[in-house]
């Protein structure tokens, strides 16, 4: 009685698994496939015009129609009636290769991934003894010794099918044995029997209903195809059996084949279907976490989208000081929207009238919170915002070229060589799979035209250049390994490797120590100068801004607030955002801001999002 | 790089040992009186008692073992118990008639299926969609069901192929291709299915990695990154459910083999089978598991190109 309380949830689970089955279309259609199969032959005795076995000389291969619905076989057997009865062992036949498999693959699993110790090895080994060989081999070999049964045949398939749970079980099992929960159950006191009842078997239960109707499917396959070869046990009808027959004579009545053909398709193709289904609903189910993430990130884009329409004054233009408007202009962007397609067609804006400049030789800081556009803006210029993602409007002009509305393949002839790019995340933004050398080499082969020896030459001259200490020693390593600080630099060297004329800066010291943050940034400052490149730098750092940025635009909800050389930001912030990130720089150097309480304005600000500061 | 293959071979030639052990061990101890089964209910007990003297039965099971593990050593398997061939000629014979059906429809699945899942990845969409289905259908209709379509359709109705016999491929490369053609479609439907799901799966997770940026941002076009780095990085374990779909189509080789009557190794198992030939069944449980072992020993040393880090570790 006390356990009828917690019991509750787990049949209202059940109802709504098998009630959102129905309205699955595809869901629905199995399940009544499946249940008029079964239907079917339950009411074998019922629904049959004939006996299954009473064989009729003069009916031998009758056409449909004379006295047999289907016709009958070459022994003059009716095939409807067959067809019914057979479906009453091919169906029994699965269950109870299904039964064998559970019982000993949800025992085993259990108790391997619950106790672990000798018995995880021992039938662990044995799982990948018993998927070694296929199965059809070991059935053929068993039948050999044990004869045509039908039922010792899917008994010993129920076997050879049970790592399919064992695997699932153990899986599930060692996942959730350390969970706090179980822990709290094992403390108060409960009994292990007790433990994997209540705990573990309602994780398994979903996956393990999925699989069964897999292996049903499968058992019925492979028992279809055992009678099918003529090795099954003669005096019961299966579908298998009646396959072998209308194989045999296929020349003189080809629609034998046709009708167990049909049965043993739809019933597999129905099981399969199944548990997609269940798959389906089950993933939907538990999917509230990510809808509504999702209904977050649209509402938090909604939200940026209404502040920026509230806030939509024009931004502040700190004016040029005499002498720095030098360089040749590189890019101008002007009114960049970017936008996100939604599944629901409408459009979320994430970057909204943007404009900015970079000139040949100088350094343009891209400044402000996580989520404000920054990094949204500078793959915009690349043209490689992720999927979904696309520039809504506005212009990047690159040396007379709209980047915005250039064809992907003109495109690729301006990255690498052109622009360039410098990731945020060392590690992942190597490929894993080949040496650091063949990553170097294959952009410079493609974007120079250079031979292999020379982009050999050409890379280990750059490894150098980037302060790696043994370059032929990188050259030859794994990104996996090198260190972070190391990953940075190959990544630096590959950025410029085709000498750009702009290279995109994601924050490329965020992921790092701070003592190699600094060398990192000295790295850039030395091959800017050395390369006379045009520089976006991407950061919510406003110390990094002052060590290396020669113009600031800061941005805020997918807008640029204020933008103009840096003195004048440094010295003569307007913006209250831009006063309020100089104000959470905690170095000697830079001014600090008056203390803010907690309250209004600072919590704006999000200091915990604007890390230390470097250098 | 020698010690990781060397691993893998002794851990291969241990699973072959363990496997034909137990194999030989349950067949011969489950058999019940095979000698009064060979000579038949109405002969005499003597005559039973010299049969079974004459195969060597009478002897306890330890020394029939020994002897026959021995022989496998040196490729003596002994003779059928029913029409006294040696079984090492037997299987040999046929062993490559099944490889070729089984190897050939591994190739055309393999090939098949990457360029159908990056087509389903790279374009998303209807297309996706429709190939997730077909997927769905064409792993849940079992292979010799679509064996018995195609024969239907191209041999027996439109007369394309000629619906049974074997042509070896010494013989004549043109007569080999068209006999073993129905035959590896048929296989590799399902293998196809399977595969093309797993590629599918890890190419969408790997067009999401970081470095796909980078490379691109490098200059090199997105056909190349996909095909020479995300193909790779999704090669992993596409190779592993390529493996476990060479095995499975071992199975099924038996079956589409008797629909095209082509004489591999199935055909002597079902014959073997039905007679209760011991001998001839260990040979193709010894012969099946040396082709598994062989090929799973490929895959491993494959992943280890395709992943420094299992060739490394």
């Known amino acids: 009685m006390i356990d009828a309380p917690p019991a509750l949830p787990v049949t209202a689970a059940k109802i709504s698994l098998f009630r959102k089955l129905v309205t699955h279309p595809t869901g629905a259609a199995s399940l009544l496939v499946l249940f008029l199969v079964a239907l079917a032959s339950l009411l074998a005795p019922v629904l049959a015009t004939h006996d299954p076995n009473e064989a009729t000389l003069k009916d031998v291969l009758a056409k449909a129609g004379s006295g047999h619905l289907l016709g009958a076989d070459s022994a003059g057997r009716d095939v409807f009636s067959r067809l019914l009865f057979a479906g009453q062992f091919s169906l029994a036949g699965a269950v109870v290769a299904l039964a064998v498999a559970l019982v000993i693959g949800v025992t085993a699993g259990l108790i391997a991934g619950y106790y672990g110790g000798w018995f995880d090895a021992v039938s662990s080994w044995l799982t990948g003894l018993l998927m070694a060989l296929p199965g059809m081999v070991v059935l053929l070999a068993a039948r050999a010794v044990v004869g045509p049964s039908m ?3 899917m008994m010993i398939f129920g076997v050879l099918l049970s790592p399919a749970f064992f695997r699932l079980v153990y899986a599930s099992v060692t996942a959730v044995r350390n969970e706090l929960y179980v822990d709290a159950a094992r403390v108060s006191g409960l009994s292990d029997f007790r433990i994997i009842g209540r705990h573990i078997l309602t994780v398994v239960r979903a996956p393990v209903i999925i699989q069964s109707a897999m292996v049903l499917g499968i058992a019925i396959a492979i028992q279809a195809g055992l009678e099918f070869l003529g090795l099954g046990d003669r005096s019961i009808p299966t579908w298998g059996s009646m396959l072998n027959d209308g194989f045999i004579n296929i020349f003189k009545a080809p629609a034998l084949v046709l009708w167990p053909a049909l049965v043993i398709g739809l019933v597999c193709i129905a099981l399969t279907l199944l548990a997609n289904a269940m798959r ?22 909604a939200d940026a989208e209404g502040a920026a329409g509230k ?80 520039i809504t409007g506005g212009s990047i002009f690159f040396e007379g070229k709209d980047l915005a509305h250039l064809s992907e393949k003109e495109m690729t002839k301006v990255r690498g060589k052109r622009i360039a ?98 060398e990192v940034l000295n790295l850039l400052r030395e091959l800017q100068d050395e390369l006379n490149m045009g520089v ?30 840096v003195r004048a930001i440094f010295n003569d912030a307007q913006h209250p955002y831009t006063r309020q990130l100089l104000d959470a720089i905690l170095e000697d150097t830079a001014p600090r801001g008056q203390y803010i309480p907690a309250t209004g304005t600072a919590q704006l600000a999000k200091p915990q999002e604007l890390k230390g500061v470097t250098s | 790089m020698y010690r990781f293959v060397l691993k893998r071979l002794v851990s291969g030639v241990l699973l072959l040992f363990v496997i034909t052990t137990v194999a030989y061990l349950l067949l011969y101890s489950g058999s019940g009186d095979i000698a009064r089964r060979i000579v038949g209910p109405t002969a005499t007990d003597a005559q039973v008692a010299m049969k079974a003297s004459q195969l060597g039965l009478d002897r306890p099971l330890v020394v029939q073992y020994w002897d026959w593990i021995t022989g496998a050593v ?240």
């Open chain 2, 74 to 313: 040196t490729g003596e398997l002994g003779r059928s118990w029913f029409n006294g061939q040696l079984v090492s000629t037997g299987v040999s014979s046929r062993v490559w008639v099944t490889l070729s059906l089984v190897l050939g429809a591994t190739i055309v699945a393999a090939f098949i299926s990457v360029v159908v899942a990056v087509w389903a990845a790279v374009r998303r969409g209807w297309i996706d969609r429709v190939v997730q289905f077909v997927g769905v259908l064409g792993f849940a209709i079992p292979g010799f069901l679509i064996a018995l379509g195609l024969v239907s359709l191209f041999a027996l109705n439109l007369k394309w192929f000629k619906a049974t016999g074997y042509v070896p491929i010494t013989t004549s490369f043109g007569g080999w291709a068209a006999t073993v053609t129905l035959p590896i479609i048929a296989l590799s439907i399902g293998c196809v299915a399977a595969v093309v799901q797993q590629i599918r799966g890890s190419l969408i997770d790997a067009l999401r990695k970081d470095y796909v940026r980078t490379l691109r941002a490098r200059g090199l076009s997105f056909n190349r990154v996909v095909y020479k780095h995300v193909l790779r990085n999704a090669g992993g374990p596409a190779l592993a459910v390529l493996a476990v779909q060479f095995i499975g189509l071992l199975g099924g080789a038996v079956i589409v083999e008797q629909i095209f009557a082509l004489p591999g190794l199935g055909q002597i198992t079902v014959a073997a089978t039905g007679q209760g030939d011991i001998p001839v069944v260990m040979g193709v449980v010894l012969a099946t598991a040396a082709i598994v072992v062989t090929v799973n020993l490929i895959i491993d040393l494959a992943q280890g190109w395709l992943n420094p880090k299992v060739r490394l570790s």
């Open chain 1, 280 to 301: 389906d609903e089950l993933e939907r189910s538990s999917g509230p976490v990510k809808k509504g993430r999702k209904a977050a990130a649209a509402t938090a884009a």
């Open chain 1, 151 to 153: 039922w010792l045949s």
């Open chain 1, 536 to 565: 976006i730098l991407v950061t919510h750092n406003f110390g990094v801004v002052a060590d290396l940025c020669d113009r600031v635009s800061v941005m805020q909800t997918g807008r640029v607030v204020e933008t103009g050389p």
């Open chain 1, 421 to 518: 790019y410098i990731p945020q995340e060392p590690m992942s933004n190597l490929d894993g799979a080949f040496t650091i050398g063949s990553q170097l080499m294959e952009p410079m082969r493609v974007c120079l035209g250079i031979s292999k020896a020379e982009a050999r030459k050409r890379a280990l001259v750059l490894l150098a250049k980037v302060g790696i200490p043994n370059p032929e020693r990188t050259f030859n390593s794994y990104p996996h390994q090198i260190s972070g600080g190391m990953a940075q630099r190959v990544l630096i060297a590959g950025a410029v490797s085709c000498n750009p004329d702009l290279l995109i800066a994601d924050e490329p010291t965020t992921a790092l120590d701070v003592t190699v943050q600094a």
């Open chain 1, 311 to 390: 806030r939509g004054d024009a931004a502040v233009v700190h004016p040029e000081e005499p002498g720095t408007d030098t360089g040749e202009l590189l890019l101008e962007v002007t009114d960049l929207g970017v936008g996100y397609d939604q599944p629901d067609g409408s459009t979320t804006h994430v970057v909204n009238h943007v404009g900015l400049t970079v000139r040949r030789g100088e350094v343009h800081g891209l400044v402000g919170e996580s989520g404000s556009g920054k990094t949204q803006t500078a793959f915009s210029i690349l043209r490689l915002l992720p999927q979904d993602g696309r």
